[in-house]
């Protein structure tokens, strides 16, 4: 069997998928997941296509040092090479940063690896993980087709107006633009949309609602804005993250806190969002069962922050045909998408209660101005398209 390997890394976990890609159609035979890495009680879970668990390992027992992606990553490789009908030919992995160089998946060599190294900073919560598993299979198979897949490319197509900041010239030359991320899943769902129907000349918000969240507005099946700009943190409240900020805080919180920039980060990054409004938890099931104050005001903030975006996205686009909703909240969360859509209901938007709690793929209904849909997203697939492709142009 032919096979392609998708690496997801986040901070604390890590995603690899196998695809089978001996037909047209790809499909995911294997997939793992490692949670908790840098912790004691870090583990892998190995589960074929029916779910089924293969494997389940404590990772601390495997090693004497901490149990990282490289800990993770190496035991999963170990174990695919025990599989005999499994020949990974390439690996795809997803890289948040492709900085303003990368407009389209690259293969990873070692110049293209010290670029994307620069870009650190840019991204300090992921590309550093992103980064991890790449130099753990340069270093065991130095020649295995490695491919990056960037959550910046899809937004290239922007307009200038739609990338700078209102900073001097300098900046913006220097990289200092709106960036924009979420781009494979927003590829993916457009590639999923327009099986159903022609996005030729629609105007289109997607609403990628995760533990990271976005939007973005489409036109003519291209990104003309979105709510992320130069780092994942900017736009929408998010699980941890805090979005939207006047950079007046930023300062306030250097001068008058005496905060390091460390302490900002963590801050910004991990502290704030639904988990700082709700002081209780970043995960919106959680928020939703609980009755306390600061929960339902998390919550409130979230979906006003949703409709503010839809506003800003609508007028970049000069109106608005559909949205999507997809990502984790976005495709199982039929309570936050009725919010939404009722404070959207400015633009004509109305819901069919029974779809929307169905998480069917339509939910708006007959007499709605906007068409409505739920597409779950894949990230791992397009990721898998993407290699498979750079894999057949590398022969
Ligand atoms: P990530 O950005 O980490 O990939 P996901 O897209 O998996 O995140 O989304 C995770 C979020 O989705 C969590 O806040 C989780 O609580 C939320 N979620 C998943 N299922 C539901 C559900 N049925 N109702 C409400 N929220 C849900």
Known sequence: MKNILVINAGSSSVKLSVFDVT?????????ARAVRLFHQDAQITINDKEERVLVEKDLAEITVKEPNHKVAIEFFLGWLSQQPEINIEAVGHRVVHGGPKYSRPVVLTDDVISDLEAFKPLAPLHQEHNLAPIHVIKNLYADLLQIACFDTAFHQTMPDVAKRFALPGKYYKEGVMRYGFHGLSYEYILEALSEQQSIDNKKIVIAHLGNGASMCAIENGKSIATTMSFTPLDGLVMGTRCGDLDPGVILHLLT??????TDITDLLYRKSGLLGLSE???????LLSSNS??????IDLFCYQVNRFIGML??????????VFTAG???????IRAKICMLASWIGVEIDAESNENNENK????SSAVEVFVIPTNEALMIANHTHRMMNNSK
């Open 23 to 31: 037909k047209q159609d790809l499909t995911k035979i294997i997939h």
């Open 256 to 261: 008058h806190y005496e905060l390091s920039s």
């Open 280 to 286: 209780e938890t970043n995960n919106m099931r959680k």
């Open 293 to 298: 104050k600061t929960c339902v005001e998390a």
């Open 314 to 323: 609508v007028a970049e686009l000069g109106g608005i045909d559909q949205i």
């Open 329 to 335: 909240i976005g495709e199982n969360s039929a309570v």
């Open 363 to 366: 939910i708006s209904g007959q």
